[in-house]
């Protein structure tokens, strides 16, 4: 597609519900970034994709929290048993390498609010 | 570990206005800076990509310089304009089999007409 499309757009849920965020990536952008941003908060890394493989998920705050990556492209992220301080923006990025030589495109977020 | 800071976190200026942005981090080892844009409700835009071996990088009316030794970078805006209120964002990369950009805690600009 022409941009990063992530859905959905806005998700509220119940404390101790799953729920899965999707994220479509740029086509052909093997590097696929997940962010968080809570209200007043810096972005926050949560896990990096080259291709399905993730080498960096170091930024996942917990084990409830596990993404995955299918045929290089689509990328979902799964909250198990949702937490209140769960409540952020998740961003997703994409870029077409190394994003170390590449611009990182970002999609406009998933929001995600936890009752 | 790497920290990215940002003065000022918030700068209210006049139309017209020049102004600059300042992004600092500790760790000069990066591979790359980017500054992005931020509009409330929305995602980041790139603005530019300074490599490591490049000093600045220029769009229009922006202007990122970039000193690696002293672990800085300034973003300089000609002739400000309401539009360009939002959120201001710096990240570095190190590079290497860690890709991830580190953040900085971003500037609130707000361009008044």
């Known amino acids: 597609g022409a941009g990063v499309s992530q859905s959905p757009s806005n998700k509220v849920t119940e404390k101790g519900k799953d729920v899965e965020l999707r994220c479509d990536p740029i086509s052909g952008h093997t590097a696929l970034y997940w962010y968080r941003q809570s209200l007043g908060q810096g972005l926050e890394f949560l896990i990096y994709f080259q291709g399905n493989s993730a080498p960096d998920k170091s930024g996942l705050p917990s084990d409830r929290f596990s993404a995955e990556r299918t045929g290089g492209s689509v990328s979902t992220l799964t909250i198990q048993r949702t937490q209140q301080e769960d409540s952020a923006v998740y961003l997703c990025?994409?870029?077409?390498?190394?994003?170390?030589?590449?611009?990182?495109?970002f999609g406009a977020g998933s929001r995600l609010t936890v009752l | 570990k790497q920290e990215v800071t940002q003065i000022p976190a918030a700068l209210s200026v006049p139309e017209g206005e020049n102004l600059v942005l300042n992004c600092s981090f500790t760790d000069s080892a990066i591979y790359n800076l980017q500054w992005f844009r931020q509009d409330p409700g929305k995602g980041l835009t790139s603005l530019l990509l300074i490599q490591s071996s490049q000093r600045e990088q220029t769009s229009g009316r922006l202007n990122a310089s970039l000193d690696k030794s002293s672990g800085r970078s300034t973003l300089y805006i000609a002739a400000s304009q309401p539009g360009d209120s939002a959120t201001y964002l710096c990240a570095v990369i190190r590079g290497g089999a860690t890709n991830k950009l580190i953040f900085g805690t971003g500037t609130l600009l707000a361009v008044q007409p």
């Open positions: 990025a994409s870029s077409a390498n190394r994003a170390g030589a590449n611009v990182l495109t």
